[in-house]
DNA sequence: TTCTTATGCATAAGAAAATTATGTATGTTT
DNA sequence: AAACATACATAATTTTCTTATGCATAAGAA
């Protein structure tokens, strides 16, 4: 991400709810995708996409499937079924972080 | 932070976002402080916390002095000059990099 | 009175997760 | 022909943590 060096660690979320709301991406289309949805803010390199989807391929939480179009190849990336589940639990993971951050950020002033 | 391994990259931000709160505070106090936020969510280890404190001192965004309190030493951290604006700056960053992660994790689903 | 917990600082070794650089290959646009 | 886009991948390095360790004082529990 190029979006400064901010939420390591989120990276493998991001893919894992994009491929909730979406059956089956390839990493290309990843990196547009999250392009295309903060409006060019997020740039998501390959160095650091890549050894994630293998990572998470070999954790059992996706499985791919090849296909070539227009000569070349793409890899298509889909949760399994504990994918499924770990992308419940790694999105809801994230948000409630983001909520106790909103509550370092922007404390509520004491009362009195 | 044990909060998961999530948001490697803003401690800096959110230590310095305390100091535009509070005038001085020494390291303990700022675990504590993020812990009390946080109703425990949050916990900044030491091996975190020091050297993200002497990294902003060497930066000049931090001065520090010592007091002796119970003949305990503490080491007070306050924002320079340069410091407000680097945590103003910071702030702004991240505030603007979880309004980009909302997009991600919530898209707008298409109209039509 | 001894052990544990709390307060308070600090550093070192290791792990995790990025960035940056590089490599291969094809297709499209200038 | 050169540059840019598509599409994958890996290696070296850097950043930023976690975990472990160390020192020291104070307070509370056993």
Redesign the pocket.
Known sequence: ??SS?LL?????TIVMRLLEEQEKM????IT?KVKELTAGEFK?????L?????KLEAEGFLTTETQK???????YYSLTREGNAEAKSKVAELEAFLVQLQKVLNPKPSLG
Do not use: F
């Not at 390591?8 to 493998?12: D, I, V, Y």
């Not at 890549?50 to 293998?54: A, K, N, V």
């Open positions: 991400m190029s060096k390591k660690g989120s990276l493998a390839y990493g290309y289309e547009q998501i390199t390959e160095g650091a890549y050894p994630t989807l293998h179009v227009d000569n070349r190849v793409r890899k």
